[in-house]
Antibody
């Protein structure tokens, strides 16, 4: 059974940093691209970042470009999101999600349960 | 960037009603559209992919249609467990993905 479990969320001050992790199981992690998606309280879904199966290419939403870094460790079946220079508007539940097919550029399935990041002084 | 506009933003319906949600893309995306259902405090769940393909395990009362710029999600007979928020998502413009703003389906 495919499973994604996020961790690392919490409360951080504006300008601070946080690293999220997503532990994957139940599938060949090294064969699939992976995404981070976020949802601000009471708001809709926003795609944040994508990394190809081998880590060779990384893409970001304009709202986080230059501040967030997506990475992966295929030996540990784990996806990461390093978040720097955090702002109040980064407050959200952060989900990791698997790209559905081995070839990139598809829909997302499944999703993890999410981890809450709160940026506040 | 491709934008997706869902309508309505919310609706009230009764059990047994037929419900239709629309998603319009700002430019053509072929059939590269998915639909998700999200319940409060839970992660989104895939319902439909490639605009009209029903995900395994999803009840057949859910269906999707459309191509190009106009898409619909239809629930043929609304059930109590279907009260949720629904999102469309386009995956045509790799490597950028976008979601609609969501449609909340509430109990009348």
């Amino acid at each position: 059974q495919v499973q994604l479990v996020e961790s690392g969320g919490g409360v951080v001050q504006p300008g601070g940093s946080l690293r999220l992790s997503c532990a994957a199981s139940g599938f060949t992690f090294s064969s699939y691209g992976m995404h981070w998606v976020r949802q601000a309280p009471g708001k809709g879904l926003e795609w944040v970042a994508f990394i190809r199966y081998d880590g060779s290419n990384k893409y970001y939403a304009d709202s986080v470009k230059g501040r967030f870094t997506i990475s992966r460790d295929n030996s540990k079946n784990t996806l990461y999101l390093q978040m720097n220079s955090l702002r109040a508007e980064d407050t959200a539940v952060y989900y990791c999600a698997k790209d559905r097919r081995a070839a990139a550029g598809n829909w997302f399935d499944p999703w993890g349960q999410g981890t809450l990041v709160t940026v506040s002084s | 960037a491709i934008q997706l506009t869902q309508s309505p933003s919310s609706l009230s319906a009764s059990v047994g009603d037929r419900v239709t949600i629309t998603c319009r893309a700002s430019q053509g995306i072929s059939s590269a559209l998915a639909w998700y259902q999200q319940k409060p405090g839970k992660a989104p769940k895939l319902l439909i992919y490639d605009a009209s393909s029903l995900e395994s395990g999803v009840p057949s009362r859910f269906s999707g249609s459309g191509s190009g710029t106009d898409f619909t999600l239809t629930i043929s007979s609304l059930q109590p467990e279907d009260f949720a928020t629904y999102y469309c998502q386009q995956f045509n413009s790799y490597p950028q993905w976008t979601f609609g703003q969501g449609t909340k389906v509430e109990i009348k």
